[in-house]
């Protein structure tokens, strides 16, 4: 057999790499077996061991132009991706595998690299070997499965396979790449933004514990200061948002498992980091930031990555905003990790300067006239919300007005990107406007998951145009599924989900979802219904644990539960249950 020769014609720009795998390539060559989409399989193996990647949508794939894309969205018109990324296809992102034979029959597999691709081009050949010959085998960090979520919306489920499959091709080396073809960095901004996505869907524990040693590892010891990638070998860009993953990806282990010991082995870390970011504020607010390791300039200062308007780092008031906010965030994060910890003193400093921090970034960014921040774009009133930045006697008016560029001034569609698309789901939930985060993402109209469906991705794109067309970007919305629409969420003084809540939102068109998560207690499960009006939930509750269910609407409930005793809920609409399986009824729940 020939030796396998490089294939000029699949040189392209950057962006564009599919990510899954499965079918097709060049002339005269085979169509390999379609697998799993969405893997990044150690790629097709086999008799004469061919292997190769274009990674890109071929001709005669599924075109942009998804309504209300605008003129060259789509990945098949060659658009840009936001962020300088040329969606140029096919493009392999030069991976390719070169094999000499000596003519008798070999089955090569390579044990020291991976490829993610969606279509193999296999030359050099003979002859097409057969289909058969070929198999995509899929390579991540091992762990099991922990939930699942179905609804009556068929979108809506293909978008929750679409992420979580999208998770489990980045979940490489015991850490959560950014993708799984160009750069195969652990950003902490990417990784910050899924943890609910892959947590809830896996049980990823010894996967964020390994991810934290790295994040200890590349810490400068004698500043402080946190690379943007962990670990850390090479530039990349980043931001506070992106070191602050150190803080809060510790918390959401304890929340999540009950593990201490993730708050103990890394507070050191947390106290160094929170110090070097806090000394590089400007009368309380971050305007700005250099030296941190691995950006550069304006890209080591990134606010709202690739939205869909484009990305806003260095001086621009968007930046300086979601980094002040996100700064709040982390101290009030930090805050409790010491409560926990029973470090009273470090508790009490990081809530004061949390208080100071959000103090001063309202009164420099708020505009009275329209109860917005900034440029008005809708995580920058959600999250200030969501961290209680908000004066009280304001919290309506600039709810009000988020509510208003979601629907009116967006049409119902998105404008954020990475992290504000995360902190935009995360604070409607918290502020029970489910209905609002229902609305942008259950629509195949650009910008949005379901546009990216509609132009035939099986795994979630880098942006809402394309680039990368597998990426950690934009799967957040996974944590939505089991949080918001069944409502299963942890209880912050009883981790581990000793104690949770159920607060199940039958919003839009719904009229049922059921999503199940497999705690270290055993398996909670959610599961709603409407039917000729009538609301109908079964709640699981596993041994050993306690719940407290809300149910929605105003009409009379039917349950043998008892009335809860929590001041967290309402009261007349709350029960506390105890383990075992537990009904609800009423009318009106919408």
């Known amino acids: 057999m020939p030796a396998l020769r490089r294939d000029e014609s699949l040189r392209g720009g950057g962006g564009g790499g599919q990510g899954a795998r499965g079918a097709a390539a060049g002339p005269g060559a085979p169509t390999a077996p379609a697998g799993a989409p969405g893997a990044p399989g150690a790629a097709a193996t086999g008799p004469q061991g061919q292997r190769g990647a274009a990674g890109a949508t071929p001709p005669g794939a599924p075109a942009g132009g998804a309504p209300g894309a605008p003129a060259g969205a789509g990945p098949q018109a060659g658009a840009r991706g936001r962020g300088g990324n040329q969606t140029t296809l096919p493009n392999s992102f030069n991976q390719r595998d070169e094999i000499v034979g000596n003519g008798t029959p070999l089955t090569f597999r390579s044990r020291f690299n991976y490829h993610a691709f969606r279509y193999v081009r296999v030359i050099g050949v003979d002859a097409a070997p057969a289909v058969s010959s070929a198999t995509g085998l899929m390579i991540r960090t091992a762990y099991d499965r922990a939930g699942s979520f179905t609804s009556s919306n068929e979108l809506l489920n293909q978008i929750y396979q679409m992420v979580n499959r999208t998770y489990e091709a980045l979940s490489l080396g015991a850490m959560v790449v950014d993708c799984p073809t160009r750069e195969r960095q652990g950003y902490g901004g990417d990784g910050a933004t899924s943890i609910e996505t892959g947590m809830l869907a896996f049980q990823t524990g010894g996967l964020y514990n390994t991810w934290l040693a790295h994040w200890r590892d590349a810490q400068d010891p004698k500043t402080g200061r946190i690379p943007n990638t962990a670990p850390y070998y090479n530039r990349a860009a980043g931001g506070p948002m992106w070191g602050g993953f150190a803080v809060t990806l510790p918390w959401h282990m304890y929340v999540q498992y009950g593990d201490k010991g993730a708050l103990e082995a890394n507070y050191p870390m947390i106290q160094k980091w929170l110090a070097s970011l806090l000394a590089d504020t400007?009368?309380?607010?971050?305007l700005g930031r250099d030296g941190q390791p691995g950006g550069r300039g304006m890209m080591n200062f990134i606010g709202d990555w690739l939205t869909p308007k484009g990305s806003y780092s260095g001086t621009t008031p968007t930046a300086q905003i979601l980094n002040s906010v996100h700064l709040v965030y982390q101290l009030q994060v930090a805050s409790k990790i010491a409560t926990v910890l029973g470090r009273t003193a470090d508790a009490a400093d990081y809530a004061a300067r949390a208080d100071a921090i959000a103090r001063a970034t309202h009164q420099r960014f708020y505009n009275a006239a329209d109860h917005t921040y900034g440029n008005g774009d809708s995580a920058l009133e959600v999250?200030?919300?969501?961290?209680?930045?908000?004066?009280?006697?304001?919290?309506?008016?600039?709810?009000?007005?988020?509510?208003?560029?979601?629907?009116?001034r967006n049409q119902g569609h998105l404008d954020s990107g990475l992290p504000g698309t995360y902190f935009l789901w995360k604070g409607l939930m918290q502020l029970d406007r489910n209905d609002l985060v229902y609305l942008f993402t259950s629509t195949k109209e650009y910008p949005g998951w379901g546009y990216m469906l509609a132009n035939g991705a099986t795994t979630s794109w880098e942006s809402w145009t394309g680039a990368s067309h597998i990426h950690n970007t934009l799967i957040t919305i996974g944590g939505w599924f089991v949080e918001g629409l069944a409502g299963i969420r942890p209880d912050e003084k009883a981790p581990g989900y000793r104690h949770f809540f159920v607060e199940p939102a039958p919003v839009g068109d719904l009229t049922s979802a059921r999503a199940s998560y497999r705690s270290i207690h055993g398996e909670i499960v959610s599961d709603w219904r409407i039917e000729n009006g009538r609301f109908r939930l079964s709640v699981t509750v596993p041994p050993g644990t306690t719940a407290t269910v809300v149910i929605p609407g105003e009409g009379a409930i039917r349950t043998q539960a008892k009335p809860t005793t929590s001041t967290e809920v309402n009261p007349r609409r709350g029960f506390d249950v105890g383990p075992g399986m537990h009904a609800f009824e009423t009318e009106g729940a919408r």
């Open 282 to 286: 400007t009368d309380n607010v971050l």
């Open 383 to 408: 999250f200030p919300l969501m961290v209680g930045m908000v004066p009280p006697e304001l919290r309506k008016d600039v709810l009000a007005a988020a509510e208003n560029v979601i629907r009116v």
